[in-house]
């Protein structure tokens, strides 16, 4: 798959997922197939103030060869301050959220609240498209509310002024994550560009492999996101790739959900340390056992296990 001048290896991507999408998780999702993963959004004012939680949202693992870095700001100054500091991170391309709907974001005029007024996310792209090589996109949503679905008119603006690829979460900022996702907006916004270079991407309730099939065949969309259906579930890449190659697609071992939470939490104590690997693993090995007998044994021990052993000697009640 092309975007702009860039080669990304499936249009099956990690999305954006403040708190989750660290070094960590988009090594596990490289390993079982993602195309290629977004950070979790990183605020531009931040960036550009020499913030140090940056630097960690921005580092890559060893080997990750594309990236792509989110950020999220209310207008073109953070944006232009930031770039200086963003370039050195060779992003492969850069994404801009306008699809925040958590109202501290919101209240500083970024996130969803640019689409209440569009011209804004023009400066930015414009400015943006201008004063880099990388290619520039846009994740956004149907708009503020059910009275104002201005999406399409929004992604006309985006283009117009340089974007490459949209990524569009068919709900609108009202709906926060509740709610079903209207794909059939996913699919206006495609026959809308069909014609055109430009990159369409779906993004809401993906939740398992099937689902994805569906929505690249419903909407005709060029990729999807893949976010909440990837939280405790890297297999989904594989299973896509697997549906779409054989229709058919196989669902874990637990022997192998265990190998998969255990290479996770050795890729997250490598990249911070032990201790903070054994806090930031709890809510994804959650996400990882869901489901399974003896879950609600392993999510009571998790809360108190910090090191390798603890968390193997947790997980050893699934078996
Ligand atoms: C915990 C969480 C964190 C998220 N963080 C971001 C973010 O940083 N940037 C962004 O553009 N979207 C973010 N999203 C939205 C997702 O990327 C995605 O568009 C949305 O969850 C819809 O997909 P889903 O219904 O398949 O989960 C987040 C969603 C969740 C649940």
């Known amino acids: 798959m092309e975007i702009g001048n860039i080669h990304f290896r499936s249009n099956l991507f990690l999305a ?25 959004m990183v605020s531009a004012e931040g960036l550009a103030r020499g913030n140090d939680r940056t630097e960690e949202l921005l580092r890559r693992f060893d080997g990750e060869e594309e990236l792509v870095m989110q950020l999220f700001g209310p207008d073109v100054d953070p944006f232009s301050r930031a770039l200086d500091h963003l370039m050195p991170y060779r992003p492969t391309m850069i994404d801009i ?11 500083t005029g970024a996130g ?5 007024e569009p011209e804004r996310i023009g400066r930015i792209v414009s400015f943006l498209s201008r004063n880099t090589d990388v290619p520039i996109s846009v994740k956004f949503r149907l708009g503020w509310d059910m009275n104002s679905m201005n999406f399409l ?3 006309h603006i985006c283009v117009d002024n340089g974007a490459k690829l949209l990524t569009l979460h068919a709900r609108t ?14 699919k206006r916004l495609k026959d809308e560009f069909r014609n055109t270079d430009v990159k369409i991407f779906g993004s809401g309730d993906v939740l398992c492999a099937e689902d994805a099939v569906r929505m690249l065949s419903q909407t005709g969309c060029d990729g999807v996101m893949f976010a909440r259906g990837a939280i405790g579930n890297p297999f989904i890449f594989s299973q896509v790739r697997s549906l779409l190659e054989s229709g058919k697609c196989q669902r874990p071992s637990v022997d192998e959900i265990i190998d998969t939470v255990m290479r996770h939490y050795d890729y997250m104590a490598e990249l911070f340390d032990e201790r903070s690997a054994g806090h930031e693993m709890r809510k994804h090995v959650c996400a990882y056992v869901k ?6 044994r392993v999510k ?11 968390y193997l000697s947790a997980l050893s009640a699934l078996k």
Do not use: H
């Not at 969803?112 to 209440?116: D, F, I, N, P, Y």
């Not at 489901?291 to 609600?296: D, F, R, T, V």
């Not at 009571?300 to 603890?310: L, M």
């Open 112 to 116: 969803s609240a640019l689409m209440q």
């Open 16 to 40: 954006p997922l403040a708190g989750y999408t660290d070094g960590a998780f988009r090594r596990i999702a490289t390993e079982f197939g993602a195309g290629c993963c977004v950070t979790e």
């Open 97 to 107: 959220n306008c699809g925040c709907p958590v109202p501290k974001v919101i209240k």
């Open 153 to 155: 008119q929004f992604a």
């Open 300 to 310: 009571a021990e998790i809360v108190r296990a910090v090191t390798r052993e603890e």
């Open 291 to 296: 489901g399974i007998p003896g879950s609600s």
């Open 173 to 186: 900022r009202s709906q926060g994550y509740s709610g079903s996702a209207d794909w059939s907006q996913i």
